[in-house]
């Protein structure tokens, strides 16, 4: 893992490599329903539309979840304690700790995240905007393996998990990934996770079809991104977003569909595609508090407080590895 020293913060680079991309696109495309992996979103202006993306009037999570951190950063302090190593995967902006750091006063903040621009930003103005902190940046997949050096064997840190990313994992991926949280914590560490509530089809439609289009051009950015990167042939006008709530399998689906027959090509392979044939880019679970608590239970995690706002929207859970 290189490591590079800054004035302000410590950031260690163990990015995927553009051949990575390149293979996960590939396998995804020649399962029978093709499929982008979500996490490559996020490349710069993936990261800065899903930064505008939380601030459309439809997308309730973000502030439902901003609210509810700082309506209950002192009873998170009460289960955290003084001096925490706090560790945050798929930290974004980092704009949500900071509604936990003068609270908690953390000795290390540790964010991690595949979008290594983003992520050296939000962690160089942390730094610069609470200079007591000792802020270590990690720019890494976290579905792969990760290692935390920098945290002393003897430390159980405190994971930070908002967003409700952990809706972008199947149910069983989902314990997996938790449970992988868990191992990294050790015994008695503890999780802070945000989780989005199963509610009315029509807000979470709304919240993945905003009016100003800012999710469609997210959705449609990845195909961008395979332009630039993978030297693919996307015709961004012949494919549409989609977005629409699995009520069986309860979550948001997003797509990208064909508007006619085409042929894509990637990396030098052709690719058809018919009329309505959809490219699957991410899932977005929504659970009640108990199947989520059976979840995090199964990852070895048990219920320490749970917080949710009054409209029952969104729910804060802090667990600790038994
Ligand atoms: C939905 S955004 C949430 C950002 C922020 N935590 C929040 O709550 O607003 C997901 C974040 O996780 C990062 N991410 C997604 N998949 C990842 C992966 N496999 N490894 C590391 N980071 C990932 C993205 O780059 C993005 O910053």
Redesign the pocket.
């Given at each position: 893992m290189a490591k590079t020293a800054t004035a302000d913060y410590r950031f260690y680079n163990h990015s995927p490599e553009v051949d990575d991309f390149c293979r996960e696109v590939i396998d995804g495309f020649r399962q029978n329903q093709r499929c982008i992996p979500?996490?490559y979103f996020?490349d710069e202006e993936g990261?800065r539309l899903?930064e505008a993306i939380?601030q459309q009037p439809e997308y309730y999570p973000?502030r439902t979840e901003l609210s509810l951190l700082e309506k209950h950063a002192e009873d998170i302090r009460s289960h955290v304690g003084d001096g925490c190593y706090l560790v945050e995967?798929?930290?974004?902006?980092c704009?949500?700790v900071r509604l936990l750091l003068d609270t908690l006063r953390p000795e290390v903040y540790a964010p991690?995240?595949?979008?290594c621009e983003?992520l050296k930003s939000a962690a160089a103005a942390v730094a610069a905007d609470y200079p007591w902190l000792d802020v270590h940046a990690v720019c890494?997949?976290?579905?792969s393996e990760v290692s935390l050096d920098f945290i002393p064997d003897e430390t159980t840190p405190v994971m930070f998990y908002?967003?409700s990313?952990i809706g972008n994992f199947d149910p069983d991926d989902a314990v997996e990934f938790l449970a992988c949280l868990a191992q990294l914590t050790g015994s008695g560490g503890g999780l802070l996770i945000?989780v989005d509530r199963k509610k009315d089809h029509e807000t979470l439609h709304k919240a993945y079809n905003d009016a100003g289009g800012v999710t469609a051009a997210f959705n449609l950015n990845l195909l961008q991104r395979a332009n630039r990167e993978l030297d693919a042939d996307f015709n961004l006008d012949a494919f549409e977003h989609f977005a629409a709530y699995n009520s069986v399998a309860g979550r948001i689906e997003m797509h990208l569909i064909s508007t006619r027959k085409q042929t894509v090509h990637i990396d030098g392979q052709g690719f058809e595609f018919n009329t309505g044939d959809s490219i699957h880019t991410e899932n977005s679970y929504k659970y009640t508090d108990s199947e989520f608590q059976e979840i995090a239970q199964q990852a070895g995690f048990t219920l320490c407080d749970t917080w949710t706002d009054s409209d029952g929207l969104f729910s804060l859970f802090f667990l600790r590895v038994k």
């Open positions: 979500p996490k996020y990261a899903f939380c973000t995967p798929g930290s974004g902006s704009e949500k991690l995240d595949i979008s983003q890494t997949d976290i579905t908002p967003g990313s945000g």
